[in-house]
């Protein structure tokens, strides 16, 4: 008997111990938290967050929350990174282009010819800071959209999964734990 009850009281140590709480919800409880799901104002980890989207809408749930996940952060990415081009072209194209007026008062004391030539040199950076500048713009606008987009679905998808309202199925196994191998409660 006595090897019963410690068997019995090592199972509980091990599950409480290495569990994975997701906890019971009631509507109202889940928001979304960056690119995944907080109970409660605790953010769930990527496992259970692919738990409870199987568990309300299936795999195609969970299918189309990583979908609108990638698209958020190429979203960020192409923001980041398109804005940055265009402040960079902006710079390069700007000083050209400042030079180039500033060259062309001065040039037009020494005549037309003068003038013709500085923009000869000069007319092809203004072009490429432009052509830098409007490439970034379009990619910084494009990013936006993108991560509006995902955002708003990944929204639209915890709502769901709020009013769904179900609480999470329970499930012990055997398995990896943090200190090696144990049960593992997984909700």
């Not at 906890?23 to 769930?44: F, P, T």
């Not at 496992?47 to 809408?57: D, I, K, W």
């Not at 060259?103 to 005549?111: L, P, R, S, V």
């Not at 432009?130 to 708003?152: E, F, P, Q």
Request: aromatic share 10%; with cysteine.
């Amino acid at each position: 008997m006595k090897r019963f009850l410690f068997l019995i009281g090592l199972v509980l140590w091990s599950v409480s111990a290495y569990g994975q709480f997701a906890g019971d919800w009631s509507q109202g409880d889940l928001s979304r938290k960056g690119a995944g799901i907080a109970v409660k104002g605790e953010k769930l980890d990527h496992e259970s967050v692919r738990a409870l989207l199987t568990q309300v809408g299936g795999q195609e749930m969970v299918d189309s929350w990583e979908k609108y996940a990638r698209q958020r952060g190429w979203g960020i990415g192409l923001t980041a990174g398109g804005y940055t081009l265009a402040v960079a072209g902006l710079a390069y194209g700007g000083v050209y282009l400042m030079a180039g007026v500033v060259g062309t008062i001065f040039a037009a004391i020494g005549g037309q010819e003068a003038v013709d030539k500085l923009w000869d040199d000069m007319g092809p950076r203004v072009y490429i800071g432009g052509g830098a500048m409007l490439a970034g713009l379009a990619a910084g606008t494009t990013g936006i959209v993108l991560l509006c987009v995902g955002n708003r679905n990944m929204r639209r998808m915890v709502e769901a999964c709020d009013a769904a309202g179900l609480p999470p199925a329970a499930e012990l196994t055997f398995g990896p734990a943090p200190s090696g191998m144990g049960l593992v409660l997984r909700f």
